[in-house]
């Protein structure tokens, strides 16, 4: 072996190899890229462009407001097959590569110069539909965002495994939901009936639904969505968390059987999410059960959109722009000629808005039929036993003995004086108004004083004398006669 390619020896640089110099070097690599930035452009300009609708107008994922707007790209004639509007794409924006929609395809673009090629189409499945598309330049300008930010939430991410894997069929519907349509459940909301005739016809009622109290909520929604389906068109049914879009999914399957609805939430996980989002998408699912995201799903033929606890505050999306589930379906249920339902055990102020502008109908009980699903019960009370007379239930109270005479409010005879207010203190610093006053002869007082005796409470009276206060109380922690009272001041009884 020479000296110089001995181990640990590098050779000297020469004049035969000025190239191994640090600053040749920098100098040739710089050259190399300049070379290869130069061929690639000529490549891209020698490109063929598509000769049919050569212009791609893509909205590309970025979160600022100034650039909220379809951007001009040629189309290659090697992708005009896959560049079809509603596939993902990648472009070349601002010296990076960027990913976006492409939402359309034209015959010319208003640049008068050349225009950038589309890089490459990332997968050939029209993921955005053109409704779920003007759905986010809607909901974008009503609350004030940018469509890239809506469509995040539109769009679940792709997942190529399940994309290359083919949707399945519906099976058949069971002769339950093609026989005539069976309203038992709905029996007690008078305009029930004609709501879901309307629906199970095609049309589009509207209505806010104020359930009754224990009312079978997910199979009454489950009957509304088969009533659609009836006529061929989808539904989609938005609850606020999963527990309840579990039982909307047993009261779904238990109808209609399995196989004939999805559930899109963020438990599901990545792949089952996507697998379900695409089965609607392909138009194998008519049926959409789910929380927020499930607002934006791109069914076919949307005939029914539902939310259910429109008040609960998990319908509200945490990031921008903050849509609203119930104004999402809204706006899409006046966009697409759908029948929309608002329901609840409460109603909202926004859905009672909706009752009195006269937008939507009322689906509400009769008052008396509420009152009988009603069971009024107050904390601590024991079941009501016939023959009680005081209001909380329990065995009749004994006999009390009269308050001493020198109590604050009694008279001569160690009754309360008529119109003696009464408060009762459950815990020091708490006030409840016992209802109504004492009556004639004190006989007010024993209903009182068994309230007292139920709850432990502590029955307060006081009065000034001799420039203190005098208290007369029942139960625990009542004050000596004549000492300083120690209750606060809003809780003292007037006399």
Do not use: N
């Given at each position: ?73 040629a189309v290659p004639e090697s992708m005009a097959d896959d560049a079809q509007p509603g596939v993902r ?407």
């Amino acid at each position: 072996m020479s000296e110089t390619g001995r181990a640990g020896e590098s050779p000297a640089p020469s004049e035969e190899q000025p190239e191994l110099l640090p600053g040749m070097v920098r100098h040739t690599v710089k050259q190399s890229q300049a070379k290869a930035r130069a061929t690639r452009a000529r490549k891209v300009a020698e490109q063929a462009i598509s000769a049919e609708l050569p212009v791609a107008r893509v909205l590309v994922d970025v979160a600022l407001a100034h650039l909220d707007r379809t951007f001009d790209y040629a189309v290659p004639e090697s992708m005009a097959d896959d560049a079809q509007p509603g596939v993902r794409v990648k472009v070349r924006f601002a010296g990076h590569d960027v990913d976006g929609f492409l939402l359309e395809r034209a015959e010319a673009s208003d640049h008068a110069g050349r225009l950038a090629p589309l890089r490459r189409v990332v997968s050939p499945e029209p993921v955005l539909t053109p409704a779920v598309a003007a759905l986010a330049s809607e909901v974008a300008e009503r609350y004030a965002g940018v469509r890239s930010d809506v469509l995040r939430l539109a769009v679940p991410p792709r997942h190529a495994t399940t994309e290359k894997q083919p949707s399945p069929a519906e099976p058949a519907l069971p002769p339950s939901a093609t026989a005539p349509l069976d309203t038992g459940a709905w029996a007690d909301y008078p305009h029930a009936t004609p709501f879901l005739t309307h629906l199970a016809e095609g049309r589009a009622p509207r209505a806010v639904w104020s359930a009754a109290p224990g009312e079978d909520w997910p199979a009454m929604l489950a009957q509304a969505a088969a009533a659609a389906l009836r006529h061929g068109r989808s539904a989609i049914l938005c609850v606020p968390d999963g527990k309840d879009a579990a039982r909307l999914d047993a009261a779904l399957t238990d109808l209609l059987g399995a196989d004939h609805h999805v559930v899109l939430t963020a438990d599901s996980g990545p792949t089952a999410r996507y697998r379900d989002f695409l089965a609607v998408l392909r138009g194998t699912r008519r049926i959409v059960v789910g929380s927020r995201a499930a607002a934006f799903a791109p069914v076919t033929d949307l005939g029914l959109a539902v939310v259910w606890d429109d008040g609960d505050d998990l319908h509200a999306e945490p990031r921008a722009p903050y849509p609203h589930t119930r104004e999402v379906l809204l706006l899409r249920g006046a966009r697409e000629d759908a029948a929309v339902l608002v329901g609840g055990f409460s109603r909202s102020v926004e859905a009672d808005h909706l009752v009195r502008t006269g937008w939507a109908h009322e689906l509400a009980p009769p008052r008396d039929r509420a009152r009988q699903r009603c069971e009024r019960r107050r904390p601590g009370a024991r079941p009501q036993r016939a023959g009680c007379p005081h209001p909380q239930g329990g065995p009749r109270p004994p006999a009390r003995r009269p308050l001493p005479r020198s109590r604050a409010g009694a008279d001569p005879a160690g009754r309360l004086r008529p119109g003696t207010r009464l408060r009762a203190l459950s815990h020091a610093g708490a006030v409840r108004h016992v209802p109504g006053t004492a009556g004639a002869g004190g006989r007010h007082l024993a209903a009182c004083m068994s309230l007292v005796r139920h709850q432990r409470p502590r029955l307060v009276l006081l009065g000034v004398r001799r420039g203190r206060l005098a208290s007369a109380g029942a139960g625990r922690g009542t004050h000596r006669r004549g000492a300083r009272s120690r209750v606060p001041v809003h809780a003292r009884a007037h006399l």
